[in-house]
Each structure stands twice: as structure tokens, then as C-alpha cells.
């Protein structure tokens, strides 16, 4: 069965900078759309950044420039890296699985994956 489980969370300064992971396992890793979602206590969870098996990227605005999605299809590992952190990056981070084919770029909406890890921390203050 899909197994996603979230790494890398931290405490972390404002202007700081964390590379988060998502080790994958029982499924073809390589052919999925991956994506990271954060959920911020009392708000929704929103898409932050998706990659497609031909390594098309999304990137939410509130982080475009500031993060970057990327992959390891021989080690089956999906990262998140961030830089330059605020406030406001403070959430609980997920990673995500779908397969499905889409013809434009990954998407960023919640409801189109039907995988989920369980999340790691990241709290910048």
C-alpha cells in the first residue's frame, strides 16, 4: 500500500532556511504527481508546491521564489526545500500522492490527491 512519510521539520529562525522529505514507498513513485501541502492551526490546508512524473513543477504565490519542489526517483524521496522563512510558513507540512495524468501542470488543490502522509512540523520564530 502507498506509504508516505515526512521528514525534516524543524524549529527554525525567520530568514532560515529547511529542506524537508518524503520517503515514498508501495507504488511506482517515478509515475505519480507529488505534491506538499501545509495546514497552519485553524486555517485550510493549501497546495505549496506539486511535480509531475515529467518533473513539471506548481508553486503556490505566497511561496513562489522561496521554495523549491524536487525529487529522487532512485531513492523513491520527494523534498521540499525552503528558504528564506517566515512567520507565516509556520504549519504542519504534507506530503502527497495521486496517479493521474493531468495535461497542464500539477495541481495544487487538496481534493485531486488520494494519498497523504502525516505531516512533520515547521515552526519559524
Known amino acids: 500500500h502507498v506509504q508516505l512519510v515526512e521528514s525534516g521539520g524543524d524549529l527554525a529562525q525567520p530568514g532560515g532556511s529547511l529542506r524537508l522529505s518524503c520517503a515514498a514507498s508501495?507504488?511506482?513513485?517515478?509515475?505519480?504527481?507529488m505534491g506538499w501541502f501545509r495546514q497552519a492551526p485553524g486555517k485550510e490546508r493549501e497546495g505549496v508546491a506539486a511535480?509531475?512524473?515529467?518533473?513539471?513543477?506548481s508553486y503556490a504565490d505566497s511561496v513562489k521564489g522561496r521554495v523549491t519542489i524536487s525529487k529522487d526517483n532512485a531513492m523513491n524521496i520527494l523534498y521540499l526545500q525552503l528558504i528564506n522563512l517566515k512567520p507565516e510558513d509556520t504549519a504542519m507540512y504534507y506530503c502527497?500522492?495521486?496517479?493521474?495524468?493531468?495535461?497542464?501542470?500539477?495541481?495544487?488543490?487538496?481534493?485531486?490527491?488520494?494519498?497523504w502522509g502525516r505531516g512533520t512540523q515547521v515552526t519559524v520564530s
Open positions: 502527497a500522492a495521486v496517479d493521474r495524468r493531468y495535461t497542464r501542470y500539477p495541481p495544487l488543490t487538496r481534493d485531486e490527491y488520494t494519498n
Open positions: 508501495g507504488f511506482t513513485f517515478s509515475t505519480y504527481v
Open positions: 511535480i509531475d512524473s515529467e518533473r513539471r513543477t
